[in-house]
């Protein structure tokens, strides 16, 4: 087997699938971060990922006590049992100026005492993984960088066909960026970790080089939860997809389906754009109903309302929503704004697609996604690959964007995504008899015919309803109306439905 086919599994969800199968095994790895950047936490992970498989594994520390590493893996729910925990506590004398320490080659004259009782409990031990933390107790102790650079050359040459997977953990503090270690090392795993102003740390994890191997470059954030690192890896469209028939996706109300030039088409993204109140997310929750009918699996992830709210105006509009992950159902998921990051959603819309089969998609709202999460420069960039994924599986994706303003010509969009959506539906609000109207048309269907007209829609407690084409008005988008031939407000109230409907 070749070399590069041996691999070493980290243990940690999500950081095999960037590195295409794990580490290349018995080679040796830098984990950088800056404290509380997560080091710890993967390197145990690392280990308890070989316990299980039945390897000899060794943490060697320098920098914590053996009970603080029992304690933080107890807080995960871990138990160290199967790791050969070596504590070294520095002599003082070591660190006296006086004293100079320089690590050799083990066939050299002498080595450190520190030095030794590490490579003789490896040579005791031969351990299949090791990790060695950290590395900048063992820069004080070279008092140089000359020595310090010996020091790790010798670790790896003294490494060199004991078969044997090392991860070296250092907490930066040397002087900038150490590229004389980077340079020494097999591969480089960067861990960051940085706060907005608002919300919980953005942790990012970053493969800097990976010897004998692709790798899937980028940022990929990452998360430290009860159990341990989960990465969630930068989605790349291009490396999935699967066939699948190119078909209408019915709405399950026929004029809605007659507008859109007989339904959304499978594979597609449809943006449902207007001010507040106009039905949005009610049209997009109609799509998931209609589909869980059909006996398939709908998805929705609501940044906004509620997941009590939206159950509640579902049953207000006859609505069926029937929760589960399974065929015939709808996974409503509500995320905190504050808490979620672009990886980790995209992480849970590929789930829901590759594990619960889901059909249908729906994203409510962008605005909600766009303005909480961090980075906002880059979810434009995000958002078309998160599309392109979901086009690529043969699913329906509905987006809803709310715009600012009302009822007139003022109404102004703060995110404009028309151009990433295969599909534009547009509703407006328009005033009539001291009421206010609803009105839906089509703008934009790349995978087809649609209606050019401009309908009525209104909610009752039967669900949606669309009205003929309002064929004897003009300037409904404008939201005072006139009656073709008519004076402005002067219009036919046949031609509109008068009941209330939900606005949502």
């Avoid at 050969?84 to 100079?100: A, P, Y």
């Avoid at 964007?401 to 151009?419: E, H, K, L, N, P």
Wanted: charged share 25%.
């Amino acid at each position: 087997m070749n070399e590069a086919d041996q691999r070493s599994q980290s243990g940690v969800p999500g950081l095999d699938e960037i590195l295409h199968g794990g580490f290349i095994a018995n080679r040796f790895y830098l984990v950088d971060g800056n404290p509380g950047a997560g080091k710890t936490t993967l390197a145990l992970q690392y280990l308890l990922e070989g316990v299980r498989r039945g390897e000899t594994c060794l943490y060697v520390t320098l920098s914590e006590t053996r009970e603080e590493l029992v304690s933080g893996a107890r807080s995960h729910g871990w138990s160290t049992e199967g790791i050969h925990i070596v504590e070294l506590v520095s002599d003082e004398r070591h660190l006296d100026g006086d004293e100079h320490l320089t690590m050799y080659h083990p066939s050299e004259l002498e080595l450190t005492e520190t030095t030794r009782k590490v490579l003789d409990t490896v040579r005791s031990l031969k351990p299949q993984r090791m990790v060695f933390d950290s590395l900048s107790e063992l820069r004080l102790l070279a008092q140089g960088s000359l020595r310090y650079r010996r020091q790790i050359l010798a670790l790896k040459q003294f490494f060199a066909g004991r078969h044997c997977t090392v991860l070296l953990l250092d907490d930066r503090t040397a002087e900038g960026a150490d590229l004389q270690l980077q340079s020494i090392a097999h591969g480089v795993i960067s861990l960051d970790n940085r706060s907005p102003v608002y919300g919980r740390s953005l942790r990012q994890l970053e493969v800097i080089k990976f010897r004998g191997s692709d790798f899937r470059s980028g940022y990929h954030d990452f998360r430290i939860r009860h159990g341990g690192i989960e990465v969630f890896p930068r989605l790349a469209a291009a490396d999935h997809g699967r066939a699948f028939e190119r078909e209408a996706v019915p709405s399950g109300v026929a004029a809605l389906d007659e507008l859109l030039g007989g339904g959304i088409d499978r594979g597609t993204s449809t943006l449902l754009i207007g001010p507040p109140g106009t039905g949005k997310s009610t049209l997009a929750l109609q799509y998931a109903c209609a589909a869980a009918a059909r006996g398939e699996h709908a998805a929705l992830f609501s940044f906004e309302e509620s997941r009590a709210l939206l159950l509640d105006r579902a049953a207000g509009l006859g609505l069926v929503v029937r929760q589960g992950k399974g065929a015939g159902e709808i996974a409503v998921r509500q995320l905190d704004p504050a808490e979620v990051s672009p990886g980790e959603f995209a992480h849970a819309v590929r789930q829901a697609v590759e594990l619960d089969q889901a059909r249908v998609v729906i994203i409510d709202s962008l605005n909600g996604y766009f303005n909480a999460m961090p980075g906002g420069r880059f979810l434009t960039g995000q958002l078309h690959e998160l599309l392109s994924y979901l086009n690529s599986q043969g699913v329906a994706t509905f987006l809803v964007a709310a715009q600012s303003g009302v009822i007139g010509i003022s109404i102004r969009s703060a995110i404009d995504a028309s151009y990433l959506a295969d599909a534009v539906v547009l509703l407006r609000m328009f005033e009539h008899e001291g009421r206010v109207k609803k009105a839906i048309s089509v703008v934009k269907k790349r995978s087809g015919r649609h209606e050019e007209s401009i309908r009525q829609l209104w909610f009752d407690a039967t669900g949606v309803h669309l009205g003929e084409p309002l064929t004897q008005l003009r300037g409904v988008l404008t939201g005072v109306p006139v009656e073709v031939g008519g004076a402005p407000g002067d219009v036919d109230g046949a031609l509109l439905a008068p009941g209330p409907g939900d606005g949502r």
